[in-house]
């Protein structure tokens, strides 16, 4: 089976521009999540889904980032403008529940 | 409040050396989950292991064992041997009961491991 799928891996982008993530989940599993990694503040939840609906967006930094679950296969997290201290590395995450996550590799965020 | 301490921010062990990663966990709640990732230069977290707070017997699996102690709200793991592919960035991270069956994880600052030859 496929692990969780992310896309881009890498972006470089500049400040004020627009950033979509993108997440394709293990199939089956009910639910996913995003958490942001950086050296100052490790490994931080942003926000998870349950069956497609988002259940807790409390780690959201800000009405800058969006995250949607259209369906149950694809997750996109948005961040619109983009600033220079949202580079780092986003990952999804997807799971049946009891806490073992399937990561997918990452996307590393840069912004200029 | 909820926390994960893991003091040990880098270690350098050589290899078939046996080395011990320390978790401390701090939570208000009686029932709750702890839990150690693997993070290989790759990326991606891999899930090790998940211990519930009444389950407090050791676990081995392989070079890899477990130390659940609730009398010092430690969680530490020891790999047995060390080898070159262990070296990675281990985190510990701690789930409550309110928030097991979701996965909604607290994780520690990881402790990076390197296994020279």
């Known amino acids: 089976d496929a692990g969780v799928i992310q896309s881009p891996r890498h972006e470089v982008t500049e400040m004020g521009q627009e950033v979509t993530l993108r997440c394709k989940p293990i199939s089956g599993h009910d639910y996913l999540f995003w958490y942001r990694q950086t050296m100052m503040r490790g490994l931080e939840l942003l926000i998870y889904?349950?069956?497609?609906?988002?259940?807790?967006d409390s780690g959201m930094p800000e009405d800058r980032f969006s995250a949607k679950m259209p369906n149950a296969s694809f997750s996109t997290l948005k961040i619109q403008p983009s600033e220079p201290r949202d580079s780092a590395v986003y990952f999804c995450a997807s799971s049946k529940g009891g806490g073992e996550l399937f990561f997918g590799e990452g996307s590393r965020l840069t912004v200029l | 409040a909820q926390k994960v301490t893991q003091a040990q921010t880098e270690i350098s062990v050589v290899e078939k050396e046996d080395v011990t990663l320390d978790c401390v966990y701090e939570t208000r709640d009686t029932t709750y989950y702890l839990f150690w990732y693997k993070q290989p230069p790759s990326g991606e977290l891999v899930f090790l292991i998940r211990r519930n707070s009444f389950d407090e017997q050791n676990e081995i699996s392989g070079r890899y064992s477990w130390n659940f102690q609730k009398s010092t709200s430690s969680f530490n793991f020891t790999i047995t041997a060390s080898q070159v592919v262990d070296s990675a960035v281990y985190f510990c991270a701690l789930s409550e009961e309110r928030s097991s069956n979701t996965g909604k994880l607290i994780f520690g600052q990881g402790t990076t491991l390197q296994v020279k030859p």
């Open positions: 889904f349950n069956n497609n609906v988002p259940i807790d």
